[in-house]
C-alpha cells in the first residue's frame, strides 16, 4: 500500500491550497487527512469514508473541504482562507472499518507566514 500526497507549499494567509492523496495498493472505507504542527501533537483535519460520511475537527469552521475520487482512488483537501496557525505537515491517511492497519502518506508541507 502507498499514499502519496502533492500539493503542498507556502501561501499567503487568507489563500488556498489543494491537497492530493493517490492510494494504491487497495480500496480503503476511511480515508482523509490529518496534520502535525511544530511541537504538538497529530491531530485530525477531516476524514471521508466510501458512502460520502465527511466528519471534520472543530477548527476547520467550514474553511476546508474533504473529497474523494473512487475511480481515481484519491482523496483531497481543499483549504480556502488559510491562517498561520494552519502551517503544518499534512498527512494523508486510509483505513478499513474495524480493527485495522492504518495507512499514512509521507506528509507534505504547508507553510503560512505570519
Known amino acids: 500500500v502507498q499514499l502519496v500526497e502533492s500539493g503542498g507549499g507556502l501561501v499567503q494567509a487568507g489563500g488556498s491550497l489543494r491537497l492530493s492523496c493517490a492510494v494504491s495498493g487497495s480500496i480503503f472505507n476511511i480515508m482523509g487527512w490529518y496534520r502535525q504542527a511544530p511541537g504538538k501533537q497529530r491531530e485530525l483535519v477531516g476524514i471521508?469514508?466510501?458512502?460520502?460520511?465527511?466528519n471534520y475537527a472543530a477548527f476547520v469552521k467550514g474553511r476546508f473541504t474533504v473529497s474523494r475520487d473512487n475511480a481515481k482512488n484519491t482523496v483531497y483537501l481543499q483549504m480556502n482562507s488559510l491562517k498561520p496557525e494552519d502551517t503544518a505537515i499534512y498527512y494523508c491517511?486510509?483505513?478499513?472499518?474495524?480493527?485495522?492497519?492504518?495507512?499514512w502518506g509521507q506528509g507534505t508541507q504547508v507553510t503560512v507566514p505570519s
Open positions: 491517511y486510509s483505513k478499513d472499518y474495524g480493527l485495522k492497519p492504518e495507512y
Open positions: 471521508i469514508t466510501s458512502d460520502g460520511t465527511i
